[in-house]
């Protein structure tokens, strides 16, 4: 399974980015739960947002919560993290990872993740 995170950038405070996921397609299948997770400079990661493997209720972190949104495109086999109101403190590296569970709760935990793609840096700034 592989993954490929793309489209950080640097953006001003209250913009939008759009990131992209590219998966192979067995990792974007039903199959699997994908999910966002970032790390900020000095700090650990942190969940940001996962779409569990029926694609019925999405789970996001607190903070992200009605600015960003996660979904999937089969047809492309890609994830996609549509960050809208941006603020310095969502500064991080954003890194794709696709999970085989079926517990919704569990998707908020790293752990529950086998494959990771690289990561790709977002800088929110003036």
């Known amino acids: 399974v592989q993954l490929q995170a793309s489209g950080g950038g640097l953006v001003q405070p209250g913009g939008s980015l759009k990131l992209s996921c590219a998966a192979s397609?067995?990792?974007?299948?039903?199959?699997?739960?994908v999910a966002w997770f970032r790390q900020a400079p000095g700090k650990e990661h942190e969940f940001v947002a996962a779409m569990p493997r029926n694609n019925d209720r999405a789970l996001y972190e607190d903070s992200v919560k009605g600015r960003f949104t996660i979904s999937r495109d089969y047809a492309e086999n890609t994830v996609y993290l549509q960050m809208n109101s941006l603020k310095p403190e969502d500064t991080a590296v954003y890194s794709c990872?696709?999970?085989?569970?079926?517990?919704?709760?569990?998707?908020?935990?790293?752990?529950?993740?086998?494959?990771w793609g690289l990561g790709t840096l977002v800088t929110v700034s003036s």
């Open positions: 990872a696709a999970s085989s569970s079926i517990i919704l709760s569990s998707l908020r935990s790293r752990a529950m993740y086998s494959y």
């Open positions: 397609e067995f990792a974007v299948s039903r199959r699997y739960a």
